[in-house]
């Protein structure tokens, strides 16, 4: 099957999954499992946007590590780092054709090559970031984009925050 088409389908299949459930974790959960089985990546995730105070001298917002399917993860991510960060910082989804050549890339993985990353957005700001790696290069493109936006803004109708 054709990637557009198999977009496709998992589109609707992602709309029918979370449309009865308000939790936003356990969407998310479904979501990253749904996409890994679909198409093998090699880490399928999210990174949520909390509020923490790890430091006694103040409070900081940062990337947290979400439900995910794959191999071990790092678990926090700053603010404009690595592509997760960027993408946060930047609302913007970022797709890393060669994560080696990324300024600032977080390798949380030596195995993975290349990455896209699409914020997860409630009422116009980012609450959390789905990220993607791949073991190959170039795997992403505008077609997993288009799919990924669609599927993200599934998860912020009708959901309860973080």
Same mark, same amino acid.
């Given at each position: 099957? &054709?990637?557009?088409e198999?977009?496709?389908?998992?589109?609707?299949?992602v &709309? @029918?999954?979370? &449309?009865?459930?308000?939790?936003?974790?356990? !969407?998310?959960?479904n979501?990253?499992?749904?996409l890994? $089985?679909?198409?093998?990546f090699?880490?399928?995730?999210f990174?949520?946007?909390q !509020?923490?105070?790890?430091? #006694? /001298?103040?409070?900081q917002t940062e990337l947290?590590?979400?439900?995910?399917?794959?191999?071990?993860? +790092?678990?926090?991510?700053?603010?404009g780092k690595?592509?997760?960060?960027?993408?946060?910082a930047?609302?913007?989804?970022?797709?890393?054709? !060669?994560?080696?050549?990324? @300024?600032?890339?977080?390798?949380?993985?030596? $195995? %993975? !090559? %290349?990455?896209?990353?699409?914020?997860?957005?409630?009422?116009?700001?980012?609450? #959390?970031?789905?990220?993607i790696? %791949?073991? /190959?290069? /170039? *795997?992403?493109?505008? *077609? /997993?984009?288009?799919?990924?936006? $669609?599927?993200?803004d +599934?998860? %912020?109708?009708?959901t309860?925050?973080?």
């Amino acid at each position: 099957m &054709a990637k557009e088409e198999q977009y496709k389908e998992l589109v609707a299949q992602v &709309a @029918a999954v979370v &449309a009865d459930e308000t939790d936003m974790i356990a !969407n998310m959960a479904n979501v990253a499992a749904i996409l890994h $089985e679909a198409f093998g990546f090699w880490w399928t995730g999210f990174y949520r946007v909390q !509020n923490t105070d790890r430091f #006694a /001298d103040r409070v900081q917002t940062e990337l947290v590590l979400g439900p995910f399917q794959g191999p071990l993860a +790092c678990t926090r991510i700053p603010f404009g780092k690595g592509v997760c960060g960027t993408a946060w910082a930047k609302n913007e989804t970022v797709i890393v054709p !060669n994560v080696h050549e990324f @300024a600032g890339h977080i390798a949380c993985s030596s $195995e %993975s !090559n %290349s990455e896209i990353v699409v914020p997860v957005r409630q009422n116009g700001e980012v609450i #959390a970031v789905l990220d993607i790696d %791949s073991k /190959d290069f /170039d *795997t992403f493109d505008e *077609t /997993d984009q288009k799919y990924l936006e $669609e599927i993200v803004d +599934c998860l %912020s109708g009708g959901t309860e925050m973080l």
